[in-house]
Every structure is written in structure tokens, then in C-alpha cells.
């Protein structure tokens, strides 16, 4: 099967944006003001995430080298960044993916090019996924001409990754219609337009230097979540989590890291919760600062505990600092 398969110029993966949310969700008390708010963008992302997930596993189907799959490349425009959740590029055209994982009922209207949401009976205006797919490929072709690459036909589409949704166009909107697809019918859409095309418009090299120039180029969307939700680190529960129960924090006792609510003993109990440190608080720590955010009892465990788990580190003996490991 694997011998099948596209090939995938950038892999599937959650932004770092989505796994800082889910790590302050851990490491913040539901009585802060601000949980609600973080909880629900996580949330939305979520589902947004598992939508392009069940559109991936239909793109993955598609020959091998023909085409390059990018998911959520973001690039930077000049003024702004714009994010693309699915971008495929072959040797005739170029092809960008709005996905939507909006569960009701989905109506485009001709006048005004509106979108009309209807769900549990209510109604309202929603951005028109069209639209952004629209945008989202005129602001590539900017880019693309801007670091002189070949002219290029770049295609749109938004598809709808919720079985459950309903769509629904006003008649004579045939021009939205054809930018529209469910995920179950994105590889036939995209067979169409391959078929449309007699001649390539890039050779090999050509369309190998466009995928390395956009890989360069890619920014991931990784913020300092503490700062975007007007945070401060005295808002971060401290301590180890309890990888079974995820209690925080445990207790360092003989070695071993006890959970005193499920009783668990561990020894490697402190690896996330390093992990959460760099990806809230800062990408660095000193010993100390390691100390008092894992509960570590002396600085001598603490050398002990950071020097297991070989991080990347600069400095001298006393002022050495740690770093987060390149993923
Ligand atoms: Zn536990």
C-alpha cells in the first residue's frame, strides 16, 4: 500500500498553536477567567483538525508523483500570513483546499455571495468557504509570482468534510457549485481537472524547486500562548501530572515520581511535563527554574533528572541553560 501512495511534501500534524492550547488546558484551573475561552478555540480547532483528517485520508489515495500534498503551509504575504489547509501541486496545476467541519445546514446565496449557517433551528451568517478557498489561491498566486515561479493555473475548492452537513445553493449559482465538493468526492474532482489538461506546464526540477521553495518558506503558527491569552506564569498549575490519573503534581520520593491520588510510582513521570514547560512557560530553563516548576525537592535530584533526559544545553557547569529539543 505504502508504494501507493502521493507523496507528502508536509505531513498531517496539529499546529503547535493546537498543542499549546491542549497543554494550558491541563495546566490552568477551570476557575480562571479565561479557561472557558481557551477551552473553546481548542475545541474548534479540534474539529477543524479531524475534518482535514478524514479529507487527508481520501488525498493519500492519490498516484504516486503526480502529486505533492502540503497541509496547513502558511505563508507570509508581505503584510500577513495566510494558512492553507490543504495545498496539492502537480505538473499542470496547483490546487488549494478550504476544508469545513460545519455540522447543519450550508446555503449559498447569489446575491452578496452570503453563506447562510442554519443549525438547531437558528440562522446565521458565516464566512463564505468559497470565498476564503478563492483567496487563499490568489494570495499563492501573488506569492508564487512574487519569488518568480512559473505561471501556473491554481484551482479552489472548498470541501465539506461533515457527512452530516446539508448544502444548498440559490438557483443560478452554478459558478459556487463548481468549487464545492464533500471529501468522499475531492479525488474525483481533482482526476477532472488533471484530465482537462493535455500538456505539463512544469518539468521535474522545476516542480521539485517550487515544493523546497514553499517548505523554506512555511511559518508555522506557534505563539506564546501565555501572552495571546494575556496570561502570566503564576496562572500555570505546577508540578508533575500523573500520566494515568493526571493529578498534579506528584511527589518525588526514593526515586520515583508517586501519584498520591491512583498511587502510581514512576521514574519518567517528570518527560511531559517538560514538554508542557517548554511549550508554555519559555523554550528554556535553568536548573533552578526546573526545580520549582516540577517540585523537584533539591537542586541535586534536579541536575540528575534534566542530565537523564539529554537536552540540548549552553553555558558553563553553574549558568548552564537547557533547551527544547528540535522536533
Ligand atoms: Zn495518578
Not at 47 to 55: I, N, T
Not at 292 to 302: C, K, S, W
Amino acid at each position: 500500500m505504502k508504494g501507493m501512495m502521493c507523496l507528502i511534501a508536509k505531513e498531517m500534524r496539529m499546529t503547535p498553536r493546537m498543542e499549546k492550547l491542549e497543554t494550558l488546558i491541563r495546566r490552568l484551573s477551570e476557575l480562571n477567567p479565561k479557561y472557558p475561552e481557551v477551552v473553546a478555540e481548542y475545541k474548534r480547532r479540534m474539529a477543524g483538525y479531524r475534518g482535514e483528517k478524514s479529507v487527508y485520508f481520501y488525498l493519500c489515495m492519490l498516484p504516486e508523483e503526480d502529486y505533492y500534498i502540503f497541509h496547513g503551509l502558511r505563508l507570509f504575504d508581505g503584510q500577513f500570513y495566510f494558512q492553507m489547509d490543504f495545498l496539492l501541486l502537480c505538473a499542470t496545476f496547483a490546487m488549494v483546499l478550504e476544508v469545513k467541519n460545519v455540522a447543519g445546514e450550508l446555503t449559498f446565496e447569489k446575491e452578496f455571495n452570503q453563506t447562510l449557517c442554519k443549525r438547531n433551528g437558528e440562522e446565521e451568517r458565516v464566512k463564505n468557504p468559497v470565498l476564503q478557498a478563492k483567496i487563499q489561491a490568489k494570495k499563492l498566486k501573488v506569492w508564487l509570482r512574487k519569488h518568480n515561479c512559473p505561471e501556473f493555473p491554481i484551482h479552489y475548492f472548498f470541501v465539506n468534510s461533515n457527512e452530516r452537513t446539508f448544502i444548498k445553493t440559490e438557483p443560478h449559482n452554478d459558478q459556487m457549485i463548481l468549487h464545492i465538493c464533500n471529501s468522499e468526492n475531492v479525488l474525483e474532482k481533482i482526476e477532472q481537472i488533471r484530465n482537462y489538461y493535455k500538456k505539463d506546464k512544469l518539468d521535474k526540477k522545476e516542480l521539485k524547486k517550487m515544493k523546497r521553495l514553499l517548505l523554506t518558506n512555511h511559518t508555522p503558527d506557534d505563539p506564546n500562548i501565555l501572552k495571546a491569552y494575556e496570561l502570566s506564569p503564576k496562572d500555570i498549575i505546577t508540578g508533575v501530572q500523573c500520566p494515568d490519573c493526571f493529578t498534579i503534581p506528584m511527589i518525588y520520593k526514593g526515586g520515583k515520581w508517586c501519584c498520591l491520588k491512583c498511587n502510581l510510582m514512576s521514574k519518567t513521570a517528570h518527560a511531559p511535563s517538560i514538554n508542557d514547560y517548554f511549550l508554555i512557560i519559555k523554550p528554556s530553563f535553568t536548573n533552578a527554574e526546573i526545580c520549582e516548576f516540577l517540585h523537584i525537592p533539591t537542586i541535586h535530584i534536579g541536575q540528575k533528572i534534566i542530565k537523564s533526559m539529554n537536552l540540548p544545553y549552553t553555558g558553563t557547569f553553574k549558568n548552564r541553560v537547557y533547551h527544547q529539543p528540535k522536533s
